[in-house]
């Protein structure tokens, strides 16, 4: 059972051409609301001969932010259509997952939202299927509310093939759960995870500094996904605003060697 250590990065030349220098094998694309798909197509052929080049591997490739549900309860064509297109590119890149969202529509009730939840959902793994790519849902809150327990429960159970994107930062900081009771319950779901390192003093927010310097007991959350089974990606996010430029690529630096310590190479 092995992890793979890798970060998430701009999709270009120059940036898995920084990864590679650090030793890392695994990249992530977060390609969000907004971005042009265009663009990203065009680049395919340019990011495979850098793949080649230093022997990377695009381990996850994902949308945050962008509506799927409307107003009505109708699922939006645009949604749908940049679903699939990112799946189709998911495919090309040789990336295994793709992590979305669903945004939470306020004029409806719950039961008609989970009902549109489950509709893109379903169709989303159904098409990430006939492409050999694992769809998951991001847990954090950026225009999506399918994040927690009491959700995943209904979702996951009504969307076979449906997965996890996790992130304990999520857990921690949106809806202050148990982010090892998470891993736990729904560890046999989780197709990609994150680390990013959060600090809370207080019951207050403080940061988010490199995992290995924030409050996060990583040393419990990898024997935790040894012990559920996760052998996927484990996807660094630098994510703050205290730990930028020499000083946030010394951050990278350290997590690197906290997180690669804690890793079985087998």
């Known amino acids: 059972m092995t992890m793979k250590l890798g970060i998430i990065a701009d999709p270009d030349v120059q940036s898995a051409e920084w990864a590679a220098g650090k030793g890392l094998h695994y990249l992530e694309y977060c390609y969000n609301v907004g971005a042009d798909l265009d663009l990203l197509e065009a680049r395919i052929p340019e990011l495979k001969r850098v793949y080649a080049d230093h022997d990377l591997h695009l381990g996850a490739l994902g949308r945050w932010g962008e509506d799927k549900v409307g107003p009505d309860g109708e699922l939006l064509e645009e949604g749908r259509c940049n679903t699939r297109r990112l799946i189709d590119i998911a495919a090309a890149l040789g990336a295994p997952v793709f992590n979305t969202g669903v945004n939470y529509v306020r004029e409806l009730t719950y039961l008609d ?11 989303a793994v159904a098409y990430g299927e006939t492409k050999g790519v694992k769809v998951a849902v991001y847990n954090c809150d950026w225009n999506n509310w399918i994040r927690e327990p009491s959700v995943w429960r209904i979702v996951l ?3 076979p093939g449906l997965g996890i994107k996790f992130d304990p930062s999520h857990c921690i900081n949106v809806h202050h759960g148990d982010c ?3 891993i736990r319950e ?3 779901k989780i197709f990609h995870f994150h680390v990013k390192g959060t600090l809370n003093v207080a019951g207050e927010h403080v940061d988010d500094p490199p995992a290995g310097l924030d409050g996060t007991n990583w040393n419990a959350v990898l024997g935790l996904l040894y012990a559920v089974g996760y052998d996927g990606m484990l996807s660094i996010e630098p994510h ?11 951050g990278v630096d350290f997590t690197i060697d906290y997180i690669s310590k804690l890793l079985y190479k087998g």
């Open 113 to 123: 939202n989970l009902n549109a939840a489950v509709r893109f959902l379903r169709e």
């Open 157 to 159: 159970e009504a969307v």
């Open 180 to 182: 090892l009771a998470e």
């Open 186 to 188: 729904f560890g046999s």
């Open 240 to 250: 703050s605003d205290t730990w930028k430029g020499a000083m946030g690529d010394w």
